[in-house]
């Protein structure tokens, strides 16, 4: 079905200006902007991905990665089409710079599906695989579905979306990972054509109303300067130490070639990360100790291996052993 897109603002000569995210691409008629999936159509503004799935796939909720959010729980996973940045180390390409094969499925098909979920310990759905900011109209009336059966709403983006759409979206959420890819403005314009200065924004005010797990893909040679984790780390305590980090060891991929991430230089991102972080997890990489700690007597709380996930040492939010109440785990 066609959609009107949202956050737009019709020009002269039947152009358009999309208003979504920082870009602000401005759109011929027949043309689409940088994401792929709006489209100008004769003067107006059209979501073509409206309602178009290109993946759909139960999930641990750990692999978004969400490790304090419902852990041991698994989510519906959906994802279409396009992304907004344009990173040459996508993970992902095939759905977010690719032509996938999609098929429609209806917000009232997918709230069906996701309540069918729950016999295998779903919790909701995650809006992930390509970026969700792109799917936001299907997003926006599929999340107010969802809520009203108590599920719950999750995006795993990057963040690069404005104040508007995302204070508008907010309400909707209950936990988002956004993928902080370097912490500084020259990675972003180099290797994404996009900005930091707008993903920090988008963490900030996210923080202040869900759940958030960050995640920082780290490539050898671009983004895995020790100063650059130790300024990342403190910014983000400085919105809460209790925010999990994730740190993800890059494998080559799309367009960038470079070594795989060498386990020594995660080790030393998380030492550092850890200084001003209580939770900072590894990523892609097999043997890190991922459990989750009391931050006050060292108990066990949640103890991991790959996507096993088994609560050890939480009693209704608090520390089983200490008596701790146990900040920023969702359970």
Sequence with gaps: MLKEAMFYEKLEDHRVRCMLCPHHCIIKPGH?????SRVNEDGQLIASNYAQIASLALDPIEKKPLYHFYPGKAILS?????????????QNHLLAHGNPATYAVEPQQLLELAEKS??????????????????????????????????KVVLVTNGYIEAEPLNQLLPCVD???????????????????????????TVEQAAQ???????SLIIPGENDDLNDINEMAKWIAGIDPYIPLHLSRYHPAYKLDREATPSGTLEQARQIAREYLKYVFVGNLAGPDNNT???????????RDAYYTETIALDQGHCASCGREIKYIVT
């Design 32 to 36: 689409q902007g940088i994401c792929r």
């Design 175 to 201: 936990a988002m990972n956004i993928d902080v890819k370097a912490f500084t403005e020259g990675f972003y314009k180099k290797l994404c054509k996009a900005g930091l200065k707008q993903v920090m924004e």
């Design 293 to 303: 700690y009391c931050s006050e007597c060292e108990a066990l709380l949640i103890k």
């Design 118 to 151: 729950r016999a295998n310990a779903s919790i909701g759905v995650a809006f992930t695989y390509n970026e969700p900011i792109i799917w936001y109209e299907y997003i926006m009336d599929t999340a107010v579905l969802l809520k009203e059966k108590d599920l």
């Design 78 to 90: 959906a994802g279409t089409f396009g992304c907004n940045l344009s990173c040459t180390f996508c």
């Design 209 to 215: 109303h869900c759940h958030v797990e960050l995640t």
